[in-house]
């Protein structure tokens, strides 16, 4: 089941007995686990049928032994399982899995690993309850979800602002929520959500970041590229080398794969690229400077600083001086 039907069967009342919730991305997991938390049964009801327990404090025969108490003045206890990836024996509540109690609904939060699919217990869920993997988005996925999360709290945000979120934010979607909710409570809803939103609210510069850093280069902007790089350098805690070389890796490996296109129609180059087509024509002037030989010397450059910034080959440089070579390298 996806996510949007498990919770929409909650809101209808429609209840499994069990379900295990696992992946790498514990953002959804914590989702589920609220809404059972919060829609199950009323503040009454929970006083006598809501149970938490963590994985790490219990055994599968303890589990066992809170899911089949019967509920008291209510239809239905709730027994939450947080880190149940780090419960004692969980295998053995196959037992219970097979035959759960139709009035306990029992939450298996399985957080930063998914739970293997040979177990029995597994199959004995996927049988009788609901089992839902959260998988960890890819960088290129990250804008669209930023776009839906904004969308349906009636927030617009441009494709450059998107971005921007992702290079700095990563793929943690606990923490892009967390930042997206602080530009809802400051900004009235309708706004299309700007570069100089995020730089205000959340502190993300606009104008020295890893995404403009790219543009120079794709640009050949030589002052404005080593405006950056020496901002980077003076903060280098907020912007790591090794992230800022990974981002650039992953820049000119679209750009050689650019090279290597037959089609090269703004349709096509963005689904090949997996970007926002918005940004296809940053790709076209990149390939205009950088031909397919300068790419390749630049794609081994950056090999070769990921491993001095890891202290290989480089004891003496700082981070900072590394960066200002490497950005001289690529752009001569």
Known sequence: MTFEQIINDIRNRIFKPIYLLHGDEPYYLDKISSFIAETVLTEDEKTFNFTVLYGKDISASDIDNAA??????????????????????????MYYAEKPSKSTVLVLNH??????????????????????????????????WINSYLAERKYKVSAVASQLLTDFLGTDLNKIANELDKLCISLEPGTEITPKHIEENIGISKDFNTFELQNALAEKDV?????????????????????????????????????????KSKNNVASELKINPFFVKDYESAAKRY??????????????????????????????????????????
């Open 111 to 144: 957080k930063y690993k998914t739970y293997p699919k040979t177990k029995k217990l597994y199959k004995a869920i996927e049988k009788n309850g609901v089992v839902f993997e959260s998988k960890k988005l890819y960088d290129n996925q990250v804008p669209k």
């Open 68 to 93: 089949r108490r019967y509920p008291m003045m209510a239809t239905h206890q709730v027994v939450i399982i947080k880190e149940a990836q780090d419960t004692k024996k969980l295998d053995d509540l």
């Open 223 to 263: 002052l404005k590229a080593n405006r950056i790089a020496d901002y980077f350098a003076r903060n280098s805690k907020e912007h790591p080398l090794i992230l800022t070389i990974t981002s650039l890796y992953f820049f000119f490996t679209k750009i050689l794969a650019y090279h290597f296109m037959k089609d």
């Open 291 to 332: 031909n397919r030989a300068k790419t390749v010397q630049i794609i081994s450059v950056l090999r070769e600083y990921d491993m001095k910034s890891k202290g290989l080959g480089s004891v003496s440089e700082t981070q900072g001086d590394l960066l200002k070579e490497l950005i001289f390298k690529i752009l001569h």
